[in-house]
């Protein structure tokens, strides 16, 4: 079976800035891969490039097709839920509204969103601007769940939350995980550890460690790579 | 008493067509960033569209007919070029607006001095029904029919464009394109076709906007020139109301036609003072944008 993702010699230059500088990456079906690294190497960036939102260079294989250069709409109906840095919910539109615009298959799995979300259930005439921060990550994860697709790109979903809804938000991805591949970007290395089997390190616009997710249990290594202490 | 409610409703009637002019500029904005002045230009081709059918059709069809053919020929003609504009030149132009933006003033020039060239510069009569021009009396005021058929049309419009934008699929991807483009593409939706299609509805509203300004403030006359001085105003209203807001536009289109005509009458005809009305409605556009830089109702829907 092919990888969901195979990434070679990805570079991104912005404003003339080469921030991504030869990513290479692969994520293989199944589980959930972290990508790490300190504020500014260029995760997100990537996300951005995968979906063709920021052009690139290289190769981007997404579920055994190569979509470099395509408009990001293709890129998505390809199989490809996405979940951005700062939920980008669609504020003056209603709960309803924003999952709606999601759909993309005959049938899209409701059931499934509120089952992990019943509150948005409660709240599907609510303008997504007036609800909470946990709230709108909600909103943006069921926008990304609606059509059952085969891989997630998760851009830190633990940004801004309270410690309890942090919690909470990891039990959900790990029930997400279970039906899809989730590439995830993720700061908050007690939802890493709870979550990931595999990590991929940036630094400086470039890959420089792939591996098992519980090497990060060695402080030395997480300081290393993260630049954070208190790893244990 | 009497003529302060006339001059209320013929502002509102202005107030309508403005609203019709300005609500497609609007949204194209607000989806697109693209500030378009070719918009006055599908104002003029929308009038004339309506003027080449209403002078081909048989008089045997009768008035009211025809002047129903020359709606649906303004509509259809603004629709048209809105179209053809947006695919042809503004298409080859994504991702850089600036370009965009020179493209659609060269487009309005070139097709202005077209038009010149075609017609002339003396305005074309367009043939309109008896009725319109006659007065009716409505709150112990009497107004042209025509004052009362700019006010429905924009109402009209109004509503329907309110239910698209909220009801249809179409509309709220339109909405939320207006608030972040790129994550409707992210959530697998083609954003161009919505281009397309705003740039379509915005036209037909600009056409009928143009046959509606030939008749009620215009003399029924069409001439080359005249979207582009509906455009300024339009632009005007767009800012008052907030780029990208619909009821935006339509409250500072009110206002827009209200303050115009006010003081068109009550001060206009002192010596000096005879493009008061103008000038006061880029003094509303001051004083809101002072009070409100992003204008009245922001950047939503």
Redesign the interface.
């Known amino acids: 079976m092919t990888n969901a993702l195979d990434v070679t010699d990805l570079h991104v230059t912005i404003g003339g800035s080469h921030i991504l500088q030869g990513v290479s990456l692969e994520v293989p079906r199944g589980g959930v891969t972290a990508l790490l690294g300190r504020n500014g190497v260029g995760k997100t960036t990537t996300l951005r490039a995968l ?1 063709g ?1 920021v052009p690139a260079t290289g190769t981007v294989r997404i579920l055994g097709t190569d979509v470099l250069g395509w ?3 293709r890129i ?2 390809l199989g490809v839920g ?1 979940v ?1 840095e700062d939920r ?1 919910v ?4 209603t709960v309803e ?2 999952l ?3 759909e ?1 298959t005959p049938e899209p799995h409701y059931d499934e969103v509120y089952s992990l979300f019943p509150e948005l259930r409660a709240r599907t005439r609510q303008r997504a601007g007036t609800l909470s921060g946990g709230q709108q990550q909600m909103v943006s994860i069921a ?1 990304a769940l609606l ?1 059952g697709w085969p891989l997630l790109l998760v851009d830190e979903p633990s940004k801004g939350l309270a410690p309890r809804l942090v919690s909470e938000l990891a039990e959900v991805l790990e029930r997400v995980a279970t039906l899809s591949t989730v590439l995830l970007v993720e700061q908050n290395l007690a939802v890493v550890r709870r979550l990931a089997q595999r990590v991929v390190v940036l630094d400086h616009g470039e890959v420089v460690h792939t591996g098992a997710a519980d090497e990060l249990d060695d402080p030395v290594m997480a300081r290393r790579f993260l630049g954070v202490a208190g790893a244990s | 008493m009497t003529v302060f409610l006339s001059l209320t409703f013929s502002g509102v009637a202005l107030g309508a067509i403005y609203f019709l002019a300005a609500s497609g500029l609007s949204l194209i904005y607000g989806l697109m960033d693209i500030l378009n002045f070719a918009h006055g230009l599908f104002m003029t081709l929308g009038a004339y569209a309506a003027w080449d059918a209403a002078t081909h059709a048989p008089a045997s069809w009768g008035a009211p007919v025809i002047f129903v053919v020359s709606l649906v020929a303004a509509v259809l003609g603004g629709a048209l070029a809105a179209g053809l504009t947006e695919v042809l030149v503004i298409r080859p132009l994504y991702g850089r607006p600036v370009s965009q933006i020179l493209v659609t003033i060269g487009l309005d020039l070139a097709a202005t001095g077209l038009l010149l060239g075609a017609f002339g510069s003396n305005p074309q009569s367009l043939p309109v029904p008896l009725w319109m021009m006659e007065a009716s009396h409505f709150a112990g005021v009497s107004l042209p029919n025509a004052d009362y058929v700019a006010f429905a049309g924009g109402l009209v419009v109004l509503i329907a464009l309110e239910w698209f934008l909220r009801r249809t ?1 179409y509309g ?2 339109i ?2 394109g207006v ?2 483009r ?10 161009a076709r919505a281009f397309t299609l705003v740039f379509v509805i915005g036209g037909a509203m600009a056409g009928l906007a143009g046959l509606l300004y030939a008749v009620v403030f215009s003399g029924e006359l069409v001439s080359p020139t005249q979207g582009d001085s509906l455009l300024i105003f339009a632009f005007i209203v767009v800012v008052i109301g907030g780029l990208g807001s619909i009821r935006g536009s339509a409250v500072a289109a009110l206002m827009v036609g209200l303050v115009q005509d006010y003081t068109n009458f009550y001060l206009g005809n002192h010596p000096g003072m005879a493009e008061i009305g103008n000038l006061s409605v880029v003094l509303l556009l001051a004083v809101v944008l002072e009070w409100r830089p992003r204008g009245l109702f922001g950047s ?2």
Do not use: K
């Open positions: 979906l939102i408009p990001t709409h998505v109906r996405y951005p980008d669609f504020a003056g539109l509204e924003n709606r615009l999601a993309q926008r059509n | 699929r709220i991807i909405r939320a608030e972040n790129t994550m409707v593409s992210a959530l697998g939706i083609n954003v939503t829907l």
